[in-house]
């Protein structure tokens, strides 16, 4: 019985005790594929009390990196004024917030309101005069 601790711990040639050296992932490895692949967890919560229905939470989680996502179509964080200094705080338009960057909607909603007022005047106009 001449085993040392060492050898019975794994040998010093490199091979570890779960495979091989190569063969194990380190973290940083997980996490880079992880962030460039990207993944999702999905989950509900529900909690009912005499099969009625209390409370229901639906959990969607993304994790991945920054160009991942944009190559995804997802950057609301290039937009959201309390996470980037770049992003204008929303606006009001007559009476009611409309997200920055959205002007030439607001013009173009304001613009056909205004035609929508003239025609409905103008209709408003014939259905009197047809009734004389």
Do not use: C, F
């Amino acid at each position: 019985m001449s085993d040392s601790l060492a050898g019975r711990m794994g040998s010093p040639s490199g091979i570890s005790p779960y495979g091989q050296q190569g063969s194990s992932a380190n973290l940083a490895d997980i996490l880079e594929r992880v962030l460039d692949k990207g993944i999702v967890i999905a989950g509900d919560i529900q909690i009912n009390l005499l099969d009625i229905e209390l409370l229901t939470i639906k959990l969607r989680l993304l994790v991945a990196s920054v160009d991942k996502a944009k190559e995804m179509g997802i950057d609301w964080w290039e937009h959201d004024p309390s996470l980037s200094s770049g992003a204008r705080p929303p606006r009001q338009v007559d009476g009611q917030s409309s997200p920055a960057g959205d002007e030439e909607l607001a013009q173009e909603n304001a613009r056909l309101k205004a035609e929508l007022t003239e025609l409905r005047r103008a209709a408003g106009a014939d259905s009197k005069g047809e009734r004389q």
